[in-house]
């Protein structure tokens, strides 16, 4: 399954609203060599630090750049996961999330859903070691992880701040 999500990941980009302003944004501070405001194109107000990786991407000679980071993202939720369940749940999990549908679109897209929201999973994880045994490097990780996601998408707010608060709790124990 993880290599069939990776040659998609490779695969080209097809969704509209990444050829729209996930790609046309930063295509177009390339071409230009300048943050200019286009008041013209209502989608490219809505560019953000996902934007800002994509260009990097094309500065790299990558139009995929992002599906690579979203595949990246897959990586982490399967990773994080098999340190903390057992075998048997593990399996499960894997047959679960690899078999999820949502994951095609969101390995396939230049959007960074997939990436921040396995960023955000891998922070509950690490939230969930520190609560048994407390390390405050992990501490300093999911907090910089948790700003990371908040800055990629503002929708990530609100889980992003319940783990915060969480790992507050968890430091004043301490």
């Not at 930063?26 to 008041?39: G, I, V």
């Not at 809505?46 to 500065?59: P, Q």
């Not at 979203?70 to 903390?84: A, C, D, N, P, R």
Request: with cysteine.
């Amino acid at each position: 399954f993880l290599f069939l999500y990776f040659l998609l990941a490779l695969s080209a980009v097809t969704d509209i609203d990444s050829l729209d302003y996930h790609l046309g944004a930063p295509l177009e501070w390339y071409r230009d060599q300048s943050f200019q405001p286009r008041y013209d194109w209502l989608h490219y107000r809505g560019a953000s630090l996902g934007e800002i990786l994509n260009l990097f991407g094309l500065h790299f000679g990558s139009d995929n750049f992002g599906q690579l980071i979203q595949f990246f993202g897959l990586l982490i939720v399967m990773i994080s996961s098999k340190t903390y369940l057992n075998k048997k749940n593990y399996f499960i999990f894997s047959i679960l999330i690899l078999g999820c549908p949502v994951l095609i679109f969101l390995t396939s897209t230049q959007k960074y859903q997939l990436f921040a929201s396995s960023l955000i999973y891998f922070s509950l994880i690490l939230s969930m070691v520190i609560s048994k045994n407390y390390n405050r490097y992990f501490l300093l990780t999911i907090l910089f992880v948790l700003s990371f996601c908040v800055t990629i998408k503002v929708n990530y707010f609100l889980p992003c701040s319940l783990i915060f608060f969480y790992c507050l709790v968890i430091a004043n124990k301490e």
